[in-house]
């Protein structure tokens, strides 16, 4: 029978686990916070890129995507478009043709997933003739980048010859609370993880789109991601190979964050569950490798896949429950007091989310595209977002047999400016 000593335990135990997960966390906000962002020496040479995109039925974005790249303040002639229309129902593959990317058609329906799709993508691409690129980019139909993302992606490739990711921005920050909230979360990795990793010398994570692999990697060795988080998966196995991967803070492009809440729930149990399925994929060898030559950006991976999120949740709310009752038993009379236990819980969870988007936004502000009055209300409304992530970090767990990749629906159009502004 649980009582408050078992309580007291779990809160011990909790606190312990939420101080090994957070602490490195704690350290990157501070860095990110004092430390200007990392530039690139401007170069003379030009580089040429490869841009790898895996569609399936992104009819609606994909000519916009295109039509950023060729929009690229850089020579096109050193530049070439590559699309896999991967089994689609609508006319992806041919918009993508029309607008001038060089479009291949995949249609193998029992083969569903980006990572079996991208290993199709880059064997065509490997085998297609004509000069090979220097780099190879990868990104999502529904991206938008900037007219001067491969100017200074080519600047980092010259100063730095290692994987770069660029700048992750919103298409559509203002849209709701659902795309406010999910653009906040990939505000906070660029300017509170990849920015304070690449201020402190560390390696950073692949982040699903936005990335530049040189080409030896694509041409000579097989992709071999295939996890619901592919690019997670993808981080781990470079850096067993003792590789680095860069962020390229000038370098932006532009996402579509989900705009219903249904999708969003979809995609992060999938992130959620992905994390621990690549734990127990690679967490032995990424501690292997750490065996052999240290470096702290393994341990930093490591404590990133293990998934002590849905731990401490769990434990937590067990934690809450137990003394929840233990509090009920011992009130006279049932009043609003009874409950200050969940009262204390859920100032403690909502205020930390609170600090989070605060610090994030205003860190982010010149990049948010978005009005003064939207982004003071993503701030206010991202406690009550994350609020949902606490039964994803109950039911990832629980339905990890069930691994079915899920397409995230694509729709809203934009473009770019000659200034980077979107329209």
């Given at each position: 029978?649980?009582?408050?000593?078992?309580?007291?335990?779990?809160?011990?135990?909790?606190?312990?686990?939420?101080?090994?997960f957070?602490?490195?966390?704690?350290?990157?906000?501070?860095?990110?916070?004092?430390?200007?962002?990392?530039?690139?020496?401007?170069?003379?040479?030009?580089?040429?890129?490869?841009?790898?995109?895996?569609?399936?039925?992104?009819?609606?974005?994909?000519?916009?995507?295109?039509d950023?790249?060729?929009?690229?303040?850089?020579?096109?002639?050193?530049i070439?478009?590559?699309?896999?229309?991967?089994?689609?129902?609508?006319?992806?593959?041919?918009?993508?043709?029309?607008?001038?990317?060089?479009?291949?058609?995949?249609?193998?329906?029992?083969?569903?997933g980006?990572?079996?799709?991208?290993?199709?993508?880059?064997?065509?691409?490997n085998?297609?003739?004509?000069?090979?690129?220097?780099?190879?980019?990868?990104?999502?139909?529904?991206?938008?980048?900037?007219?001067?993302?491969?100017?200074?992606?080519?600047?980092?490739?010259?100063?730095?010859?290692?994987?770069?990711?660029?700048?992750?921005?919103?298409?559509?920050?203002?849209?709701?609370?659902?795309?406010?909230?999910?653009?906040?979360?990939?505000?906070?990795?660029?300017?509170?993880?990849h920015?304070?990793?690449?201020?402190?010398?560390?390696?950073?994570?692949?982040?699903?789109?936005?990335?530049?692999?040189?080409?030896?990697?694509?041409?000579?060795?097989?992709?071999?991601?295939?996890?619901?988080?592919?690019?997670?998966?993808?981080?781990?196995?470079?850096?067993?190979?003792?590789?680095?991967?860069?962020?390229?803070?000038?370098?932006?492009?532009?996402?579509?964050?989900?705009?219903?809440?249904?999708?969003?729930?979809?995609?992060?149990?999938?992130?959620?569950?992905?994390?621990?399925?690549?734990?127990?994929?690679?967490?032995?060898?990424?501690?292997?490798?750490?065996?052999?030559?240290?470096?702290?950006?393994?341990?930093d991976?490591?404590?990133?896949?293990?998934?002590?999120?849905?731990?401490?949740?769990?434990?937590s709310?067990?934690?809450?429950?137990?003394?929840?009752?233990?509090?009920?038993?011992?009130?006279?009379?049932?009043?609003?007091?009874?409950?200050l236990?969940i009262y204390?819980?859920?100032?403690?969870?909502?205020?930390?989310?609170?600090?989070?988007a605060?610090?994030?936004?205003?860190?982010?502000?010149?990049?948010?595209?978005?009005?003064?009055?939207?982004?003071?209300?993503?701030?206010?409304?991202?406690?009550?977002?994350?609020?949902?992530?606490?039964?994803?970090?109950?039911?990832?767990?629980?339905?990890?047999?069930?691994?079915?990749?899920?397409?995230?629906?694509?729709?809203?159009?934009?473009?770019?400016?000659?200034?980077?502004?979107?329209?």
């Amino acid at each position: 029978m649980f009582n408050i000593t078992h309580a007291f335990m779990l809160t011990i135990i909790t606190q312990i686990l939420f101080f090994l997960f957070f602490s490195l966390h704690i350290l990157y906000f501070i860095v990110g916070i004092l430390t200007k962002p990392q530039t690139f020496k401007r170069q003379s040479k030009q580089r040429r890129f490869d841009f790898l995109i895996v569609a399936r039925n992104e009819a609606v974005v994909i000519g916009d995507l295109i039509d950023s790249i060729k929009a690229q303040q850089y020579p096109q002639e050193l530049i070439r478009i590559f699309v896999l229309a991967d089994n689609c129902t609508d006319k992806t593959a041919m918009i993508a043709k029309a607008h001038g990317a060089i479009t291949f058609v995949n249609a193998v329906p029992n083969l569903v997933g980006k990572g079996l799709a991208l290993k199709r993508l880059i064997q065509l691409r490997n085998e297609y003739p004509g000069v090979q690129s220097d780099g190879v980019f990868f990104f999502d139909a529904d991206n938008v980048v900037d007219p001067n993302f491969t100017e200074r992606m080519n600047d980092a490739y010259l100063n730095q010859d290692t994987i770069l990711i660029g700048y992750r921005g919103s298409k559509n920050f203002g849209n709701n609370a659902t795309s406010m909230g999910s653009s906040i979360i990939f505000f906070r990795e660029a300017h509170f993880l990849h920015h304070a990793r690449n201020r402190l010398g560390l390696s950073t994570h692949i982040n699903g789109t936005g990335f530049m692999l040189p080409n030896p990697i694509v041409k000579h060795e097989p992709w071999e991601a295939f996890s619901l988080i592919e690019d997670v998966e993808f981080t781990i196995l470079q850096l067993i190979k003792e590789r680095k991967v860069m962020f390229v803070r000038e370098a932006k492009f532009y996402d579509e964050q989900p705009i219903h809440a249904n999708v969003s729930f979809k995609q992060r149990l999938r992130w959620i569950k992905g994390g621990i399925q690549i734990f127990f994929l690679h967490a032995g060898k990424l501690l292997t490798s750490l065996l052999k030559k240290f470096r702290f950006a393994k341990i930093d991976l490591l404590l990133w896949i293990t998934p002590f999120p849905s731990v401490i949740v769990i434990l937590s709310l067990v934690n809450l429950t137990i003394t929840q009752i233990d509090v009920i038993q011992q009130a006279e009379v049932m009043n609003w007091l009874t409950f200050l236990p969940i009262y204390q819980w859920l100032f403690n969870y909502l205020g930390v989310a609170f600090l989070i988007a605060t610090m994030t936004v205003i860190a982010s502000w010149k990049e948010v595209q978005a009005s003064t009055f939207q982004k003071l209300w993503a701030i206010i409304t991202f406690p009550f977002y994350s609020l949902s992530f606490l039964p994803l970090f109950i039911l990832a767990p629980i339905t990890m047999f069930n691994l079915k990749w899920y397409k995230t629906p694509h729709s809203v159009r934009k473009s770019l400016s000659s200034d980077g502004t979107l329209v």
